[in-house]
């Protein structure tokens, strides 16, 4: 667990006077992601997993296990666009995907105390995300990530302006890890969402 990313995540939660969503978010992945149960048992109480995993024909099974790791480590569970599985397994919310979240209306909340997140690339995502009611918004890629090699990334003065645009939340992910972090401290992210520099070590 890279203590670094944590402390960084933290000092954005703290500043940016959200205390009630997590510093720190695990995203799931299915290639890049082997152990996502190390990965996650790993995580600093009061962080976060979303399950994404969308194509995993075990998914299910997955969700239960990481239910029981979140449980045991005080750690929070979102599973991704799927709310009959969250609410099977006792989720604490649920993930939209960008292309998920509705143009008009709300997004579907079946359980009031649930976090509700939506994915973002623009300020077009963010503002749809807002509207919709998601409780924040993961905005990336933040910078160069192996995950979408091909995609431009925003850089930290982009995402600074484009966090400040929306009254939302928001969450910075895409290459973030503990020597990149430092570039988002005057940001105004919530917290940092991240994959493989969270699971590296457990790999």
């Not at 695990?26 to 997993?49: C, E, F, H, I």
């Not at 024909?57 to 979140?70: E, S, T």
């Not at 409780?135 to 600074?160: C, E, M, Q, W, Y």
């Not at 966090?163 to 917290?191: E, F, I, K, M, Q």
């Amino acid at each position: 667990m890279p203590l670094t990313l944590a402390k960084r995540a933290l000092q954005l939660n703290l500043a940016s006077g959200r205390r009630g969503l997590p510093p720190l978010i695990l995203m799931t992945d299915w290639v890049r992601l082997k152990s996502p149960l190390a990965a996650a048992a790993a995580l600093p109480r009061g962080s976060a997993v979303i399950l994404r995993d969308y194509e995993n024909p075990r998914r299910a099974d997955l969700a239960r296990a990481l239910r029981a790791v979140c449980r045991r480590c005080g750690i929070l569970l979102l599973i991704g666009a799927d709310t009959a599985l969250a609410r099977a397994v006792g989720a604490d919310g649920i993930h939209y995907p960008e292309a998920l979240v509705p143009r008009a209306g709300s997004i579907e909340r079946p359980k009031s105390h649930w976090i509700v997140t939506a994915a973002a690339h623009s300020a077009a995502g963010l503002a749809r995300a807002r509207r919709a009611g998601a409780d924040a918004a993961i905005l990336a890629p933040v910078f160069k990530t192996g995950s979408h090699p091909g995609r431009p990334n925003l850089g930290p003065t982009r995402f600074a302006a484009l966090v400040r645009s929306v009254d939302l939340p928001v969450y910075a992910l895409g290459g973030v890890n503990d020597g990149t972090a430092a570039r988002l401290l005057a940001g105004g992210a919530v917290g940092i969402a991240a994959v493989g520099a969270l699971g590296a070590a457990t790999q």
